[in-house]
C-alpha cells in the first residue's frame, strides 16, 4: 500500500508539473508565469532601481551618457548621429519593448501569431489593405537616402543590442502572460509603425457611403444635405489670406460614373473622434515678448502611452520632445531655436476604385481599353494554437482589392471589388522630415524639413526665437478634381485615377498673419473660394477651431499658464449654439417630475463640461437620441447598404434654420412627426435612460462618472489600465477628453533666448505595470497641470546633477 501511495504521489506530482508548463491553446504555462525565477515576479520594480553605471555594449562608435531625471526621462548625449540613434533605440526597448513590438504585429498583420485565431479577420484586413505593401516601399526611399539609411540601421542596432541581452526572466510582463519571446528588430519594423499611425489618422473613407447615397437620393439631395463647405467654420489659413503661387490648372472631372454596392457589417475603421489642437501666439501678443507654442494630439488613451519623453544631444542638435516607441527622432518638440506640433489635416488621401474583371478568374482587369493583369501576392498568416492559412491578395495599379469576393468583410467602409489607392502605399521618408526638423534652426529649415513628408498629412505648427510664426497643412496631396474621391470611382477610365500632385509649395500656409496668431483643430485648411485645389469635402467639426481662435484673438500678454488653461477649456460650444432652440421647443407639459427637473438643469446650464456638472450629462445622452431620430430612417445602414448621417453641422443648421424639413417625419410610421415632437421623445428618452443606468437625478449624474475616462492597457488586459477618472471636457470641445480618447501629450514652448519647455502625457515612461513609471503622470495630466521639462545644455549642467548617470560603452 505504500508503494501504491508512494507511486500516486509522484504520478500527481508529475501530473501537475506537466500541467503547470504545459500551454492550453493560447492560455500560458501557469507554472512559468507564477514562478520566482522567471516568472511575473521578476517584473517588480522600485521607484529607486536605477543606479550610476557603465554598461558596455556591442556596436557603439564612441560613449554615450544617458542621464535619467525623475520621472525617468532620458538625456542622451552623444559625439555622433549613429550613436545618438543607436542609444534611442536602446534606451526606448529597455522601457517599451512589448508595445514597439505589438503594435508592429499588428501593423503587419501578425496579432494571430500571439493571441490565436480570434485575430484572423483583423490580420486578413491588414494584409488586404496594403500595410506592409506601403512600409517596405517606404523603406525604399529610406534607406537609399544615406542620413534616414544611418538612422533606421543605428536605431536598429540599438533595440537588438537591448533584446539580445534580455532573458526569458526579464522579459516584460506581456510576454510571459501571452507566452512568447521578442524576436529580432528590423528597419521594416519602424516603417511599419509609421503606417499604423497612417492608418489612424488618414485610413477613413465614406466614399462607399456617399455612393450609396446618392444612387438612393439623387445628386440634389446629397450636394443638399452633405455639402462640401459647413455652414460655420474658421479655416486654418485666415480668410483672405493671399497665394504666393501661381496654381496649376486643375483635372477635369468625368461626366459620370458607376459603383458596386457590396454587404458590409463589422466596424472597426478608425475612430472619427480622432483630432488634436495646436496654436502658436506671435512676440507681440505674448509676455515673454517671444512667440508660445502649444499643441495638444488627442489619440487613443493607452497604457503604455503612445508617446516616450526623451531628449537627444548631440554636437548638431539638442531637441527634446515625444517619439513613437519603435521609431527615431523626436515627432512633437523644440531644440534651441524652434519648436513644433502637429494635428491631423483629414485630407482625402484613401479612394476607391471599381474594377472589372475579364473573367471568374480575376486575373486580368480592364483599365485604358486593355486587359491588365492582376498581380497576386500570397500571404502566410500563422495562428498561434492553430494551422497557418494562406490568404492570397490581388494588386492592381491603383493598390490592393482589399476584399475580391463577395464574404463577411473587416471593415465597414469597405467596398468588394474594389482597390484602394491611399496615400500611405506610396515612396515616402517621413524620417528625413523630422530628421532636419529635430536640427532646424529658422523658418527656412523647417520649411525645406516639411517637403520630405508625405503621409499622414498633419497641420505643422511653427514658432521660433526670431519671433516667427507660422502654420503649413502638410503632405503629399493627390491633385483632384472637386470631389473626387468623394464617391468610389471609375477603375477603368484613367481620368478618374490621380493626375499628379499638388506641388508641396502649395499647400495651404500662412507665416505671422496680422491676428498675432495660428492654430488648428482638424478643421478646413482653407476655405475653398479662395484656396485653388480640393484637399476633401469634410473636415473636423469647427466647434474646437472657433473656440480657439475666439480666445487667441482676445488674449494679451499670454504667459505659458494662459495656454495650459485653454488647452483644459471645457466650453461645450456646439450646446451655446442648439441648446437654446432645443429648449424653447421642449413640449413641458408632457415631462415627468425627473424629466422636469433635468430641463431646469439645462436650462441653468453654463455651457461647460466641467467635471461635477450634471447637465453635461443630459446633453451629451440626449443629443445622439435625437441625431438617431431625425436620420435613422432615412440613413441609417442595412444588411445590404451602408449609408451615413448627414454631419453634426448640417444637422445643426437644419434645427435652427429649417425646422419644416422634411426629414423631421419618421418614414417608417404612418403619423407625421414634427421637430418639435421628436426634441421631446427623445429627450424624455434620454432622461429616462439617465435614470435607469444611474438612479434618480443626483451626484451620480455628474459628468466625469458619466464619461468614465479611462485609460486602458493597450492589449486590453484587465487590471493594467486606470479606470473611471474625475475629469471634465468631451468630444469637440477643446479639452477633448473623451472616455476612451483625449489629449495623449500635452505641450507648451516658451521660446526666446533661454527656450524652455512644458509638458505631461497620461502615464509614464515604463512599459512595465510593476513600475512606479508606468502611471505616474496620470494624476498631473488629469488636473490639468504641466511639469517643466529640463532641458539640458550639457553634462555638467546644474539639474543633471541631480540625475542618475548610465554611461553606454564600446564592448
Not at 87 to 99: E, F, I, S
Not at 287 to 304: S, V
Not at 427 to 446: G, I, Q, T
Not at 511 to 531: H, I, L, T
Request: with cysteine; aromatic share 12%; proline share 7%.
Amino acid at each position: 500500500m505504500k508503494v501504491i501511495r508512494a507511486v500516486l504521489s509522484v504520478g500527481l506530482a508529475l501530473a501537475l508539473i506537466i500541467a503547470l508548463n504545459t500551454s492550453l491553446g493560447v492560455v500560458p504555462p501557469i507554472g512559468k508565469f507564477l514562478s520566482p525565477f522567471v516568472g511575473f515576479w521578476q517584473n517588480a520594480e522600485t521607484r529607486d532601481n536605477l543606479k550610476a553605471t557603465e554598461l558596455p555594449i556591442t556596436g557603439l562608435q564612441a560613449p554615450v551618457q544617458i542621464l535619467y531625471d525623475e520621472n525617468r526621462i532620458p538625456h542622451i548625449f552623444a559625439q555622433n548621429n549613429y550613436d545618438i540613434y543607436f542609444a534611442q533605440g536602446y534606451v526606448t526597448t529597455k522601457d517599451r519593448l512589448w508595445q514597439m513590438e505589438f503594435q508592429t504585429h499588428a501593423a503587419a498583420g501578425r496579432v494571430s501569431e500571439i493571441i490565436g485565431s480570434k485575430a484572423i479577420e483583423f490580420d486578413r484586413y491588414q494584409r488586404r489593405m496594403g500595410m506592409v505593401y506601403g512600409a517596405q516601399q517606404s523603406l525604399k526611399a529610406m534607406l537609399a537616402e544615406p542620413r534616414s539609411r544611418q538612422m533606421l540601421e543605428a536605431f536598429t542596432a540599438g533595440v537588438n543590442a537591448y533584446i539580445e541581452q534580455l532573458r526569458p526572466k526579464n522579459y516584460p510582463l506581456e510576454y510571459k502572460l501571452l507566452n512568447y519571446a521578442p524576436e529580432p528588430w528590423t528597419p521594416l519594423k519602424c516603417t511599419l509603425l509609421l503606417k499604423l499611425m497612417a492608418y489612424d489618422l488618414s485610413g477613413r473613407s465614406d466614399d462607399l457611403r456617399m455612393t450609396n447615397i446618392l444612387r438612393k437620393y439623387g445628386p440634389e439631395v446629397t450636394k443638399n444635405l452633405f455639402p462640401d463647405y459647413p455652414f460655420r467654420e474658421d479655416p486654418i489659413i485666415p480668410a483672405n489670406t493671399p497665394l504666393d503661387f501661381k496654381p496649376l490648372p486643375i483635372p477635369s472631372a468625368p461626366a459620370s460614373f458607376t459603383a458596386q454596392l457590396a454587404e458590409i457589417k463589422r466596424p472597426q475603421e478608425p475612430d472619427p473622434e480622432l483630432g488634436s489642437n495646436n496654436w502658436a501666439v506671435s512676440a507681440e501678443k505674448s509676455a515673454t515678448g517671444y512667440p508660445i507654442l502649444a499643441n495638444d494630439p488627442h489619440l487613443e488613451l493607452n497604457l503604455p502611452s503612445i508617446w516616450y519623453q526623451v531628449q537627444l544631444i548631440t554636437p548638431d542638435m539638442n531637441v527634446y520632445g515625444v517619439s513613437l516607441p519603435g521609431a527615431p527622432n523626436v515627432i512633437i518638440g523644440f531644440n534651441e531655436h524652434i519648436g513644433w506640433g502637429v494635428t491631423n489635416v483629414d485630407a482625402d488621401v484613401m479612394d476607391w476604385y471599381q474594377i472589372k474583371f475579364k473573367d471568374k478568374t480575376q486575373q486580368q482587369y480592364w483599365h485604358a481599353h486593355q486587359w491588365k493583369p492582376v498581380r497576386k501576392v500570397i500571404e502566410e498568416i500563422k495562428i498561434k494554437g492553430a494551422p497557418t492559412v494562406f490568404d492570397t491578395v490581388s494588386y492592381t495599379h491603383h493598390g490592393p482589392i482589399v476584399y475580391d469576393a463577395a464574404e463577411k468583410v473587416f471593415n465597414h467602409q469597405t467596398p468588394v471589388k474594389h482597390a484602394m489607392r491611399w496615400m500611405a502605399h506610396d515612396s515616402s521618408n517621413e524620417l528625413l522630415a523630422f530628421y532636419l526638423l529635430n536640427r532646424a534652426h529658422n523658418y527656412n529649415d523647417y520649411r525645406q524639413a516639411l517637403t520630405y513628408y508625405s503621409a499622414p498629412a498633419q497641420n505643422f505648427i511653427y514658432a521660433d526665437d526670431a519671433k516667427n510664426i507660422a502654420i503649413w497643412p502638410n503632405g503629399k496631396f493627390p491633385l483632384k478634381w472637386p470631389e473626387q474621391g468623394k464617391f468610389i470611382l471609375d477603375g477603368t477610365d484613367p481620368a478618374y485615377d490621380w493626375q499628379g500632385w499638388i506641388p508641396q509649395s502649395h499647400n495651404p500656409h500662412v507665416e505671422n498673419p496680422a491676428r498675432g496668431f495660428v492654430s488648428s483643430a482638424n478643421q478646413f485648411s482653407a476655405d475653398p473660394k479662395q484656396y485653388p485645389y480640393y484637399l476633401n469635402w469634410q473636415f473636423a467639426a469647427a466647434q474646437r477651431g472657433i473656440r480657439i481662435n475666439q480666445r487667441l484673438a482676445e488674449m494679451q500678454k499670454v504667459t505659458v499658464d494662459s495656454m495650459r488653461q485653454l488647452q483644459n477649456d471645457n466650453l461645450n460650444l456646439q450646446a451655446q449654439t442648439i441648446l437654446p432652440a432645443l429648449l424653447t421647443a421642449v413640449q413641458k407639459e408632457k415631462l415627468s417630475t425627473t424629466q422636469q427637473q433635468a430641463l431646469a438643469v439645462l436650462s441653468s446650464w453654463n455651457y461647460f463640461n466641467d467635471a461635477p456638472q450634471i447637465a453635461p450629462s443630459i446633453f451629451q445622452e440626449w443629443l445622439p437620441v435625437l441625431n438617431k431620430a431625425i436620420w435613422d430612417d432615412e440613413f441609417g445602414s442595412t444588411k445590404n447598404r451602408e449609408l451615413r448621417y448627414p454631419s453634426a453641422d448640417r444637422t445643426m443648421q437644419l434645427i435652427l434654420t429649417e425646422p419644416q424639413a422634411r426629414w423631421f417625419d419618421n418614414q417608417n410610421t404612418p403619423a407625421k412627426e414634427t421637430l418639435g415632437q421628436l426634441i421631446t421623445t427623445t429627450f424624455q428618452a434620454a432622461v429616462d435612460s439617465l435614470q435607469q443606468h444611474y438612479g434618480s437625478l443626483g451626484p451620480k449624474w455628474q459628468w466625469a462618472q458619466v464619461k468614465s475616462t479611462d485609460i486602458l492597457h493597450m492589449a486590453k488586459l484587465p487590471g493594467f489600465g486606470k479606470t473611471d477618472l474625475i475629469i471634465g471636457g468631451g468630444a469637440g470641445i477643446v479639452n477633448a477628453t473623451g472616455a476612451r480618447r483625449g489629449p495623449s501629450w500635452r505641450m507648451v514652448v516658451a521660446l526666446g533666448p533661454e527656450v524652455q519647455g512644458y509638458g505631461v502625457y497620461p502615464g509614464g515612461q515604463s512599459g512595465n505595470p510593476g513600475s512606479f513609471y508606468y502611471d505616474n503622470l496620470i494624476e498631473t495630466w488629469r488636473q490639468g497641470k504641466l511639469l517643466k521639462l529640463p532641458y539640458l545644455k550639457t553634462a555638467s549642467d546644474p539639474a543633471a546633477q541631480q540625475m542618475v548617470s548610465i554611461r553606454l560603452v564600446k564592448k
